[in-house]
Nanobody, 125 residues
Framework: QVHLVESGGGSVQAGGSLRLSCAAS????????MVWFRQAPGKEREGVAA???????RYADTVQGRFTNSRDNVKRTLYLQMESLKPEDTAMYYC???????????????????WGQGTQVTVSS
């Protein structure tokens, strides 16, 4: 059974940093690309970052240069280091398993099939 548990969210002021973590279990973790997506109140889900097991990454334009996505296959953990946070980054953040590593292609839609319960990130101005 796929199980994803996010942690590390919180409230910070604009310009601050947070590091999110996601512990994965129940499937061969290193075989899958992983995704972070977020959802703000009243808005659609937005793919934020993706990574494969060879550390190839993709970022949304809105976070490029500020967020860093990484994974530890031994610990089965996904990370999202967020720097220079902005109020518009306020959202619930979810880690997810991608059902296709085409997610790494900027020309492809973001995709995922399982996700966790989310962790809230709030950035105040």
């Amino acid at each position: 059974q796929v199980h994803l548990v996010e942690s590390g969210g919180g409230s910070v002021q604009a310009g601050g940093s947070l590091r999110l973590s996601c512990a994965a279990s129940g499937y061969p973790y290193s075989d899958y690309c992983m995704v972070w997506f977020r959802q703000a109140p009243g808005k659609e889900r937005e793919g934020v970052a993706a990574v494969n097991n060879k550390r190839i990454k993709r970022y949304a334009d809105t976070v490029q240069g500020r967020f860093t996505n990484s994974r530890d296959n031994v610990k089965r953990t996904l990370y999202l280091q967020m720097e220079s946070l902005k109020p518009e980054d306020t959202a619930m953040y979810y880690c997810a398993r991608a059902w296709s590593c085409a997610v790494l292609l900027r020309t492809s839609n973001w995709n995922w099939d399982y996700w966790g319960q989310g962790t809230q990130v709030t950035v105040s101005s």
